[in-house]
């Protein structure tokens, strides 16, 4: 273990943003699991006026030093749409969060999430959920199961050492997230199928592709769905409009008609299932960099991806038909619908579904009647300030 005193500042100009984006790919270079995002993402996360996030949330950017070497770095946050929702879903008043920890070992982490708690402490905060890195929606939770493989898009990689340092300064699991890993060449179940076929049946179920041409229409459709389907589940911070509009454009370029289903019922929407070409396939060998050609490599991938991995990161039925038999049966519709294209239009063979919580029976029931198999844990944690 490195020995000096460990000296933390406050993120301050651009030197400082630098190294702080900087720390990750070089603590996690040796790492074969670890998928550098772009630098320029990396910056735009942290930067106000580029994240909508920094609308609604107090950030506070932490370096770590011994002497004049970059050694730690923690965010600290205050989100404000998420301390006004009810405590029975995680947040709510007093809840503050830290995230995207970097540490070269455990005594930089220990000062590093320390300095971070005295910085919620002095905004009020009375306890922490963490990680979170900067979100709910963005990265969330410690990964603590399938450290052996890469992440797919959108989902963290992080070192088991930093759960046990965590662990060491007495952080309790709230709650555990699981991804789940299918075999999409494969049909589903009997009994699935003829829930399938029933529906297929069903004139007034439709299941349609959503429109590009109407790109900004349908990504408010959909979040209008997600905003109402998730309202009540645990850790949920509805999305504000200027994250709606931020989040279309960001998926934008990697969004496929035919991998984004619409269910609706006697011509209502009511259901959605997003699904992405893994773009961490054809980011990890970039290093983070799209020059001086990846560019051009990630160009013509966007044109037409081939991708062994789909990832559904987000999926929802209006509430008020959740407890229905019906729900099942629309999951499963817009499940079956893009396996069928992800493989013969894509190449896919595999898929992996989630974050889904470790409670959530509905989801959890979905998932297994489908065969698949719990790949990835990530865990958020609950400490009293």
């Known amino acids: ?69 970059v ?15 009810d405590p029975s879903q995680g947040m709510g008043p007093g809840t503050g969060n830290w995230g995207l920890l970097e540490a070269e070992d455990e005594a930089v982490a220990q000062a590093l999430i320390g300095k971070a708690e005295d910085w919620l402490r002095a905004k009020g905060m009375t306890r922490v959920l963490a990680p979170l890195s900067m979100s709910i929606w963005e990265e969330p939770g410690q990964l603590v199961k399938g450290f052996d493989h890469p992440p797919t898009v959108m989902m963290g990689h992080q070192p088991k050492r930093y759960d046990d340092y965590i662990n060491a300064l007495g952080y309790q699991p709230a709650k555990t997230l699981n991804c789940f890993d299918l075999d999409i060449t494969n049909e589903f179940p009997p009994l699935i199928q003829r829930v399938i076929q029933s529906g297929e049946k069903n004139a007034k179920i439709r299941i349609r592709k959503v429109k590009k041409a109407k790109f900004e229409q349908e990504a408010a459709l959909i979040l209008d769905i997600l905003n109402d389907a998730w309202s009540d589940n645990w850790g949920f911070v ?61 160009l013509l991938w966007l044109r037409n991806p081939k991708v062994r991995t789909m990832r559904v990161p987000l999926m929802g039925v209006r509430k008020r038909l959740q407890s229905s038999r019906l729900a099942s049966q629309l999951a499963f519709m817009m499940i079956e619908t893009i396996r069928r294209t992800s493989v013969s239009h894509y190449g896919s063979t595999r898929a992996e579904i989630g974050w889904i919580l470790d409670d959530n029976q509905g989801m959890n029931a979905i998932a297994e009647a489908i065969n698949s198999q719990i790949n990835k844990s990530y865990v958020i944690y609950d400490k009293a300030l």
């Open 238 to 298: 509805p999305f504000s409009d200027a994250e709606i509009m931020y989040a279309g454009k960001k998926f934008k370029p990697i969004v496929r008609e035919d991998l984004i289903m619409i269910a609706e019922y006697e011509g209502e929407p009511v259901a959605f299932m997003m699904t992405l070409p893994d773009l961490n396939e054809v980011l990890k060998p970039m290093g983070g960099s799209l020059f001086p050609f990846n560019w051009a490599k990630l």
């Open 71 to 85: 050694v730690g770095r923690i965010s600290a946050h205050i989100d404000r749409l998420a301390i006004a929702m």
């Open 1 to 69: 273990m490195a020995q000096g005193e460990i000296i933390i500042t406050p993120v301050s100009g651009k030197a400082d943003k630098k190294a702080f984006v900087d720390l990750a790919y070089r603590l996690n270079a040796d790492d074969p699991s670890w998928v550098p995002p772009l630098r320029m993402e990396a910056e735009e996360l942290i930067t106000p006026g580029k994240n909508p996030f920094f609308e609604h949330a107090d950030v506070q950017l932490l370096l770590a030093r011994r002497g004049s070497a």
